[in-house]
């Protein structure tokens, strides 16, 4: 069985839409939370994964959106989430108020968290890929995580932890869309990389008067 991760699409569209593309043939497609914020197409991104029944959790920014969570967001971050909100129709802001903090998927070898699976503050903590430990892995066999917007992978005796990347802001320093494969029957994880029209998404960035460092951003992939 082959499993597409992807994580922190933040609204944009355009890099969503080309990840999918650009994805290999999976059996099932799960997604680490963060569907909305930053970018232009809140809406347009949930209703993707809804009508693909993509598994999915919810991150930070889909909580302050659904549910008015007070976190500590700087403005660029706040005007994407109120961007969100102003946009998004009752029904889509109900899917992402349902999402649920933790799920397992592909019959429980696909743990989806946000965060980090032990912070009971669901997402205080950012772990980075040189902070994966063999500790933060339960009974499933592969362990994913956002968050961080930073795409890793790391290999233990009881199974794999891995960041698929941002699909919509990359932090890394590549400004190309991240998502990951996973082969459950071969316990490997192959990462990706795609490059998506970022000239586009700072276009509507600007006519949907949102902060332009937004877009400008998505080019240095910070």
């Not at 008015?68 to 102003?86: E, L």
């Not at 802001?169 to 994880?189: C, F, K, S």
């Amino acid at each position: 069985m082959k499993v597409g991760l992807v994580s922190d699409v933040h609204g944009n569209r355009v890099a969503l839409e080309t990840v999918l593309a650009d994805m290999p043939a999976v059996d099932v497609l799960c997604c680490a939370g963060d569907v909305v914020g930053y970018n232009p197409w809140p809406g347009d991104c949930v209703d993707e994964l809804r009508a693909r029944d993509v598994p999915t959790v919810m991150g930070n920014h889909d909580a302050a959106v659904a549910g008015d969570t007070p976190f500590r967001f700087n403005g660029m971050a706040k005007a994407g989430v109120d961007h969100a909100k102003a946009t998004l129709s009752d029904d889509q802001l109900e899917w992402l108020a349902d999402l649920p903090a933790e799920r397992l998927a592909c019959d429980g070898r696909v743990k989806l968290v946000h965060g980090h699976p032990d912070d009971p503050d669901r997402y205080t903590r950012y772990t980075y890929p040189e902070e994966f430990t063999e500790r933060m892995l339960g009974d499933e066999d592969v362990l994913v995580l956002g968050h961080t917007h930073v795409q890793g992978v790391e290999r233990f005796g009881e199974g794999i932890v891995v960041n698929p990347g941002s699909v919509g802001q990359p932090r890394d320093g590549d400004p190309r869309a991240g998502y990951a494969v996973v082969d459950l029957d071969a316990l490997t994880v192959e990462t990706h990389r795609v490059e998506y029209d970022i000239d586009a998404v700072q276009a509507a960035v600007e006519e949907a008067g949102l902060p332009s460092r937004i877009g400008t951003r998505l080019a240095r992939g910070k």
